[in-house]
């Protein structure tokens, strides 16, 4: 393990995804680790995002299944065999289940830290030197822990809006929803980006009169055209109202609730109003400047393919350094840093085998190429295939949805697939080991699925790619 002892001390800035799992990493590899955390360890994606996030829509999902049931000949009666109408979500149970499961989670990963013997020190870190970093508690006292390593891990915050400041009660982020007492009554949404586009959907399926503005021509502008098209229809469909091309001049309260002013003078009334507009790294005020670290025009840390930054001996992961928004790649930043500062065997990170999940209902899951890329591509194939011809999905009553795969002509090699579907997430998986390992459509297709499953359609999609000679 490249002579890795005790003595060698890497300190981590963050205890979130990126930052445990380094300290998880780092300390299995020998080294003195201290996790210096603020906020709780687990950062912002246990406590205050993806898991609170992803544990909402999960609720409302389940609601959902009720009017699935329904369509399958299913339903619920009252005690005097009248049918139940109406199932109702009670927000402050909901929350509070929400923030017991982060609370656990974000306990389990202390807990497994201090079996390793990582220690976590609670303040803010910062800075003095690459290789001193001074930590400044909740009492105001401060300690400087020496560091042959140290990893930037300190997350973004979301982005406020000189003219739609939030208050918690009102206008809120994404972060203060879950005080939230009741369901609102009339929800608007501003910014129609994974975090927009699930939290308006969330919010949907639990009651509330949705209003999301976004200001492309559809929803989720960042994700395949061909999926987004599927959950705009399945937004406005089920009651929520979508303005297109349409952006937020300012948000404001009135009375007892709120108006968000359009740029071109239109107003939208609610009761509350959530920002979702991107996020911004915490990457001020800790001495990055000073000791010489490279920032991006963004603020965002610059970092190779094995997390170093322009610092020698000081890596960074997550999102503060802007590569990818998500908690399985800054975990694996985190992780490749670690093996990569402590002599272990190292793979650069590949962002082209990254997959993703949008957790609206269906789920949009990718992996590698995205059809744009492929598009541009006269060496690529694609094939897109709907759920709706597979016999397990009508047994679900599942009625949206696809799977679409790209792979090489001639070679048949997979280069990337997407998959929109209830549970995309579990199904990207196999299109994902496929492309990490740079597999053929011809091996996936001869892999056994089981009959039914949503699976097949996977297998089929593979067997319509099969390279032809002469093609």
């Not at 005097?80 to 402050?92: C, H, S």
Request: glycine fraction near 10%; hydrophobic fraction near 45%.
């Amino acid at each position: 393990m490249g002579g890795v002892t005790r003595t060698s001390s890497v300190v981590i800035l963050g205890g979130g995804p990126g930052g445990y799992e380094a300290a998880l990493v780092a300390a299995h590899l020998g080294a003195s680790v201290t996790v210096v955390d603020r906020d709780g360890i687990g950062g912002a994606a246990v406590l205050t995002d993806c898991v609170p996030s992803k544990t909402l829509i999960a609720t409302a999902d389940y609601l959902g299944g009720f009017e699935t049931a329904s369509e399958l000949g299913v339903h619920l009666e009252d005690h005097e065999g009248d049918v139940a109408t109406e199932t109702v979500a009670e927000l402050d149970a909901i929350n509070r289940r929400v923030l017991n499961l982060a609370a656990a989670q974000s306990a389990d990963i202390t807990a497994r830290l201090q079996e390793v013997g990582v220690r976590v020190a609670s303040g803010t870190g910062r800075l003095a030197s690459p290789s001193e970093v001074v930590v400044e508690g909740a009492d105001g006292a401060t300690e400087t822990i020496s560091a042959d390593v140290v990893l930037l891990s300190t997350g973004a915050t979301p982005r406020v809006l000189p003219s739609a400041q939030p208050d918690g009660e009102r206008i809120l982020t994404w972060q203060q929803i879950y005080e939230l007492p009741e369901i609102p009554d009339k929800l608007i949404v501003v910014g129609s980006g994974v975090t927009g586009a699930e939290l308006a959907q969330a919010y949907l399926g639990l009651g509330t009169d949705v209003t999301l503005i976004s200001s492309r021509d559809l929803v989720l502008p960042g994700e395949d055209q061909d999926a987004a098209a599927v959950i705009e229809d399945v937004f406005r469909r089920r009651g929520m109202t979508v303005l297109n091309r349409s952006r937020m001049a300012s948000a404001e309260r009135r009375g007892d609730g709120v108006v968000v002013t359009l740029e071109d003078g239109r107003e939208v009334e609610g009761s509350h109003v959530l920002i979702a507009v991107g996020a911004v790294p915490n990457t001020r005020d800790i001495g990055l400047e000073e000791v010489g670290v490279e920032l991006s025009e963004s603020g965002h840390i610059v970092t190779d393919r094995v997390s170093r930054t322009s610092v020698r001996g000081v890596y960074a992961a997550g999102d503060c350094t802007g590569v990818f928004a998500l908690a399985s790649v800054a975990a694996m930043q985190g992780r490749t840093a670690m093996a990569h500062a402590l002599g272990d065997a190292v793979t650069p990170l590949r962002l082209s085998a990254v997959s993703a999940n949008v957790f609206t209902d269906p789920e949009i899951a990718t992996v590698g190429m995205s059809a744009a890329d492929a598009a541009d591509n006269s060496d690529v194939e694609a094939v897109m295939m709907p759920l709706s011809r597979n016999p397990r999905a009508k047994m679900l009553g599942i009625e949206e949805g696809f799977v679409k795969l790209f792979a090489y002509r001639g070679t048949g090699t997979l280069l990337g697939g997407v998959v929109v579907a209830p549970r995309a997430s579990e199904l990207i998986f196999p299109v994902a080991i496929a492309v990490q390992n740079r597999l053929s459509v011809d091996q996936v297709a001869s892999t056994f699925t089981v009959y039914p499953s949503l699976t097949g359609t996977l297998a089929e999609a593979a067997r319509r790619l099969h390279p032809l000679h002469g093609e």
